[in-house]
């Protein structure tokens, strides 16, 4: 196995399928509850704002069409995994879901990008207060988007 010690996860993650099962699985992990975490606050929600929302309005043709988009992806993810608001290597963002903890960093994902908001669709993100209702955990994911750093992220991964 390649020597890993100081690589930057998204290097990792651009080479994930030369590295052991545990790496992928723990390293994605790792990175994706991360990302989850950041994304989140009390006293979020709504929607965003300047170049992130026209961005979102560009790509899907409206914010509410984005969020059934993404609430889709969330939803239809069968098993565990995450869904996932990334932007590619083009700069245009996309809407995808990845089973287990595979994201769009890593070269086995269908689409590729650098994500900006994740939602984890594993039942026991969700399974205390939902029990098997992921629907409803879904929609209320929304309130507690930290739509600020979202797009803090954005403007990160457009450089």
């Known amino acids: ?5 100081n690589l930057p996860l998204e290097d990792i993650f651009s080479r ?9 699985n723990n390293g994605g992990g790792y990175y ?7 994304v989140m606050g009390p006293n979020a929600g709504g929607q965003p704002e300047g170049e992130l929302l026209k961005a979102i309005e560009e790509t899907f043709g409206s914010f509410d069409k984005f969020k059934a988009d993404f609430e889709s992806a969330a939803k239809t993810q069968f098993g565990s995994g995450w869904a996932w608001l990334a932007v590619d290597a083009n700069g245009k963002l996309f809407v995808s879901q990845t089973p287990n903890q595979d994201n769009p960093l890593m070269d086995v994902a ?3 990008g650098k994500p900006i908001l994740g939602l984890d669709v594993w039942e026991h993100a969700y399974y205390l207060k ?16 930290n739509w600020n750093k979202v797009a803090e992220l954005y403007r990160k991964a457009m450089k």
């Open 1 to 5: 196995e390649a020597k890993i010690d």
């Open 16 to 24: 994930v399928s030369i590295y052991s099962s545990a790496i992928r």
């Open 32 to 38: 994706n509850h991360m990302l989850f975490w950041k």
């Open 110 to 112: 269908a689409k590729r």
């Open 130 to 145: 939902y029990q098997n209702r992921r629907p409803e955990y879904v929609g209320n994911y929304w309130n507690v988007v």
